[in-house]
């Protein structure tokens, strides 16, 4: 309900972005690549000088920038703030995308819709639309695929050499796909339902692997494994402080690289970020995390589920997203050192979030009609019959190969090509639902009584929080990192304080806190009251002592 | 006239005579060199530029054995000096097994500090004069970092602290979450170069004074009468917030920062923002990741007299019986050359760490760590007994100053108006004073943590090629077999790194020759191998374990010739030829 209010306000705004409209063609066409990505932001940049700042959080590896857009009216960083991440998982670039287009049409909003006018000059957005661009660039490479890490050179098998094992395009299509080996000891079968999917075999229900399943290459430095050390890196996505497993792909330690530090620094060193927003698999808004039980949380003990007060939050705001996209994936797998997690568990802040894209639900009249329970190739089962029906040409039917390494076995290549999740998106749906969590923010006002006997006041403040969401969450509350909201009365030498704190650090304030000083001090003179928190906003009141 | 003139002569002849004895007839005592390159007392703490003059004089002294570098700059810009000591004329120092040494992570715990600067002098002047020492500088390299905290290190020294502040660095946080950083430190108020503690006289207060040494504040019994209030250190509400030294330099605890098993601020408090946010954390980090040679590693802390090892917390499941073994068989003896100290595993016998160094170095680089805590109780009267907390028992710390620091250790209390708590007195124990050793006992604690460090490093991996056997097999072909030995305790690669693959396993190639095939060979008298389908040449090995030895074998074509190298990051480069 909340959202279809949105929807209509802005539907005017969103003409624009028809002109985006889904050409069936490679993602190349669709999306930008880096270069023309910073010259679009750029350029927009240049076009609202009082809206839209433009920074680098610093240079990666392969020297692109790490680009920073901070969004709303001056001054942006003392405004409560909305922190929204693309390219979270790097061939994600639909997000890119979608960071742009919510950016473009809030811009063209403000002064003309006055829910946007009153948004972004009550708050701020700092949009990251890639935070790893180095992977992220594979998408627009001559050879592409879903390459989800940065340029760090990794030695990935420990065999002493770096990057030596790379993909290799065997059937020059340009896409690095998957290949199936004839292998009677492989752990691999064609799915009976759909021959274009692969799945494990269940050896339990009878039946038996047929195939080896490899990435598309050869075995580069002949050590018996395929693919086993490409170029690069580290997964933004992995080298987070929280659930962090030392792992492939998830670097040396928790944020070592320079993506990771940069948007952590970046993150620490704003205090206003009251939420934070991202794209990605690793998502919370259609599957909430699994919410702490009282006896879960104990002192000095690792938190690893949702604090038992901001179990319903998470679950009413993802219930709203759900609805208005439409979107219903199966679960995701455990993340580790994830971003999204590390922005709730270890940042202390509110954090969401989503795919880009998800395919939609299976239909009858899709290619392959079925439902199958615990189906473990829902997610690509999706995939394929959307992508049948609007791209084909983004799935590579199976072909025989001569492989120089299965000399006697039948080798073949096909699968879906790169950047097979990243679809148009549904940008009004998404620009919609970042007014919807601006709306959602705590609100602060303050009511201040004063009772006076002769010259002696007692002063007490209401605060009340008149938003959806806490000042912080019970997490929040917690963090050295979220400043709590400070009520603090401020008094002249005129005044002497006889009881009460000269300020006090709230917790989580949910619709209403009371704080009560008393003082002596002259008739007719004033005393202010402020309520404020970098991430929650700022009021004062002045009161004049009768 | 002449009388004086005589006189002249005979003290001048006198005085000569005297300069003769006074400079080189002493007799040396055991240990330290008497005539060294390099004079040091070492009976006081140095600052950053102490340190730094005592690391240029011996670098410049022992140009063949002693190079100073940096790892990088602290918050506010000094080195973080490195001094790399090893015989740098036989082999790379980089590719010799090495033992890392730091101190003063906590910035209050300075003497890690001259324990470190006095290894680096001491091996460095005892090179070619002490056989053990000059085999060690032959085979390891040192990498020491003095401080590692040097910022602080200045802080404590050159301001009023306590024993225990700042412990932290100097990267400014907010510790009481107002809004501003460092606003609220303790304050010297009285203007003695001392942050001591503060007391109330109060009829009806908790405390009273010692009978046995009235300068001492004890608890009155439950039944009794006490005389004084006991406030905060010594210092005042800075900030008005009505709270005394809330928030002073720092605060983090860098020895929780590390990244292995880290945890944010609200579950190990002092973790700061994310592993490695501490500048100079992470230029140990990346000094460490950046030398796989190292092997062994030491951070000295103090107090309390324990040699500790990890894991820091009860979940961390990586270390091994086998590797729990090797920490044994030194600990063990370092028990033994520190009277007053004992062999620890940390969650275990003390508290938990999440995101302590030594975690770090073991769990993220397999490195075998410990971390003493430097002084014990056991140096007030040496008398053995149950442990009586780190820092031994107040009693104990104010006889000792009594008798033997003569008072110096304790400011009395005196009056002093509070703005705050009115008229007060302050007075107790000096920072330098129950955590740091006094001066006669310095030497000593540096030369016995020495000893463990260097038995330690001495039990890093020592390999070499013990024998290299040839057959003629016949059909044109040879075989080769060479027996690999490590003489030491401390195995080529840990367990952990074994088991959990995070770094790559040792070599031994075969150069120059032919190779047909490769085996590990895993009983010569069963003749049980395994064979290495892919590069023979360059045979795979776990490790060579602690005190025990690999045999491998190749097949060549035509006669049996060429070159062994064993090549490990941590076990070192042995060469020999065949046969």
């Not at chain 1, 946007?116 to 594979?138: C, H, K």
């Not at chain 1, 019970?474 to 400070?486: D, I, N, Q």
């Not at chain 2, 000059?134 to 024993?163: C, Q, W």
Request: with cysteine.
């Amino acid at each position: 309900m909340f959202l279809a209010k949105y929807l209509h306000s802005f539907a005017s705004i969103f003409i624009v972005s028809a002109i985006y409209s889904f050409v069936n063609g490679d993602v190349a066409a669709e999306y930008q690549n880096y270069h023309d990505l910073t010259v679009s932001l750029q350029a927009a940049a240049r076009q609202h000088p009082s809206l839209l700042k433009i920074e680098s959080l610093g240079k990666t590896a392969e020297n692109r920038d790490l680009w920073l857009l901070t969004m709303g009216k001056a001054p942006a960083d003392e405004k409560p703030a909305i922190a929204i991440l693309g390219g979270v998982d790097a061939y994600d670039v639909a997000a890119s995308e979608l960071c742009r287009r919510f950016i473009d049409s809030a811009l063209r909003a403000y002064g003309v819709v006055d829910s946007v006018t009153s948004i972004l000059d009550r708050l701020t957005f700092y949009i990251l639309p890639r935070v790893n661009p180095d992977a992220s660039e594979q998408q627009f490479a001559a050879i592409k695929y879903d390459r989800v890490r940065n340029s760090r050179p990794v030695d990935s098998d420990f065999d002493g050499a770096i990057d030596e094992d790379d993909h290799d395009d065997l059937n020059g299509d340009g896409y690095i796909t998957l290949m199936r080996i004839a292998d009677p000891a492989g752990e691999w079968m064609v799915d009976p339902l759909d021959p274009r999917l692969m799945r494990r075999a269940a050896p339990h229900l009878d039946e038996r692997g047929a195939y080896q399943l490899l990435t598309e290459g050869i075995d580069n430095d002949k050590d018996g494994a395929w693919d086993e050390d490409p170029a690069g890196g580290v997964n933004f996505n992995r080298n987070f402080s929280f659930n962090y497993r030392p792992t492939e792909g998830a670097g040396p330690h928790p944020v070592s690289e320079m993506e990771s530090r940069a948007v952590a620094d970046f993150l620490f060193s704003h205090p206003n970020v009251a939420l934070v927003f991202c794209f990605s698999q690793q998502e919370n808004l259609l599957h909430p995390w699994d919410v702490a039980g009282d006896a879960d949380v104990q002192p000095g003990k690792p938190i690893t589920r949702v604090l038992p007060k901001d179990g319903k939050f998470y679950k009413f705001i993802a219930d709203q997203f759900k609805r208005s996209t439409g979107f219903d994936p199966p679960p995701p797998e455990r993340g580790y050192g994830a971003f999204p997690e590390w922005a709730y568990y270890h940042y202390g802040r509110w954090s969401f979030a989503a795919p880009s894209w998800c395919p939609p639900a299976m239909t009858a009249g899709d290619t392959t009609d079925v439902k199958v329970k615990d189906d473990p190739l829902a997610r690509e089962r999706q995939l394929l019959a959307w992508t049948m029906k609007n791209a084909p040409n983004r799935f590579v039917e199976w072909s025989a190969f001569d492989h120089p390494d299965f000399p006697t076995q039948k080798v073949e290549i096909g699968g879906f090509v790169a950047g097979s999740l990243n679809p148009p998106s549904l940008t009004k749906e998404f620009t919609a639902f970042f007014y919807q969590l601006a709306a959602y923010l705590p609100k602060l006002d303050v009511q201040v009584k004063v009772e006076a006997t002769d010259q002696f006041y007692r002063i007490t403040a209401t605060i009340i929080n008149s938003g959806y969401l806490p000042t912080c969450s019970e997490l929040g509350a917690k963090s050295k990192w979220l400043r709590k909201v400070k009520a603090e009365l401020i008094l002249s030498d005129a005044h002497k304080l006889i009881s009460g704190n000269r300020f006090y650090l709230i917790d989580a304030i949910a619709t209403v806190a009371e704080k009560q000083w008393s003082i002596i001090g002259k008739s007719g003179s004033t005393v202010k009251v402020i309520v404020a928190s970098p991430s929650v906003g700022y009021v004062e009141k002045e009161i004049r002592l009768d | 006239m002449l009388k004086n003139w005589m006189i002249f002569f005979v003290m001048a002849f006198l005085s000569a005579d005297l300069a003769q004895d006074m400079t080189p007839s002493a007799l040396k005592a055991m240990g330290a060199p008497n005539d060294p390159l390099v004079e040091v007392a070492w009976n006081r703490y140095y600052d950053h530029a102490g340190i730094g003059d005592i690391c240029r004089r011996l670098a410049k002294a022992h140009p063949d054995l002693v190079k100073l570098g940096s790892i990088g700059t602290s918050v506010q810009g000094r080195d973080l000096y490195l001094l790399t000591v090893t015989n740098f004329k036989n082999s790379a120092a980089d590719r010799k097994p090495a033992m890392y040494i730091d101190g003063n992570i906590h910035s209050n715990e300075i003497q890690g500090s001259e324990v470190a600067l006095y290894t680096a002098w001491y091996v460095a002047e005892s090179y070619g004069h002490v056989k053990w020492i000059t085999e060690l500088l032959d085979a390891k390299t040192f990498y020491i970092v003095p401080t590692i905290n040097p910022d602080a290190r200045d802080h404590y020294m050159h301001s009023g602290n306590t024993p225990h502040s700042p412990r932290s660095g100097m990267l400014p946080r907010d510790d009481d979450g107002d809004g501003r950083v460092d606003e609220d430190p303790p304050d010297d108020l009285d203007g003695d170069g001392h942050i001591v503690r503060m007391r109330r006289a109060n009829a009806h207060g908790r405390w009273k004074a010692d009978p046995h040494d009235p300068r001492l504040l004890i608890e009155a019994d439950a039944d009794e009468k006490g005389a004084y209030d006991f406030l905060d250190w010594e210092g005042l509400d800075n900030d008005g917030d009505g709270l005394v030294n809330e928030d002073g330099p720092g605060y983090y605890d860098p020895n929780r920062n590390w990244g292995w098993m880290w945890q944010p601020d609200h579950v190990q408090h002092g973790s700061d923002q994310y592993p490695f946010s501490i500048p100079e954390n992470r230029a140990v980090a990346d000094f460490v990741m950046a030398h796989p040679n190292i092997c062994g590693a030491q951070s000295y802390h103090n107090a309390g007299g324990m040699i500790l090892r990890g894991p820091g917390v009860e979940e961390d499941q990586s270390c091994s019986a086998a590797d729990q073994l090797v920490y044994e068989n030194i600990g063990t003896v370092g028990e033994q050359m520190l009277p007053g100290y004992k062999y620890m595993v940390l969650w275990k016998d003390l508290y938990s760490v999440y995101g302590g160094e030594l975690d770090w170095f073991y769990g993220a680089r397999g490195i075998y760590t410990f971390s003493n805590e430097l002084w014990t109780s056991f140096d007030y009267f040496r008398a053995q007994g149950e442990a009586k907390g780190w820092f031994g028992r107040q009693q104990d710390v104010y006889r000792f100053d009594e008798l033997l620091l003569f008072g110096e250790g304790i400011v009395p209390w005196h009056r002093f108006d509070h703005p705050q708590f009115g008229a007060i007195e302050i007075g107790g124990i000096k920072k330098s004073w129950t955590r740091t050793a006094p001066s006669f006992l310095l030497e000593d604690m540096c030369h016995r943590n020495m000893a463990f460090t260097l038995f330690h490093a001495h039990h890093l991996p020592q390999v070499s090629i013990d024998s290299v056997t040839t057959t003629a097999l016949g059909e044109g072909l040879s075989q080769i077999d060479a027996i690999i030995v490590n003489s030491r305790m401390i195995p080529t690669r840990s367990d952990h790194e074994i088991t959990d693959k995070f770094t790559r396993p040792d070599w031994v190639l075969l150069r120059d020759a032919e190779v047909i095939a490769g085996f590990i060979v895993q009983d010569p008298l069963m003749n049980h191998t395994i064979e290495q389908k892919r590069r023979p040449e360059r045979i795979n090995l776990d490790a060579i374990p602690a005190m025990m030895t690999v045999q491998v074998r190749w097949i060549v074509a035509g006669k049996a010739r060429g070159t062994i190298v064993f090549d490990s990051r941590k076990g070192g480069v042995v060469t020999r030829t065949v046969p």
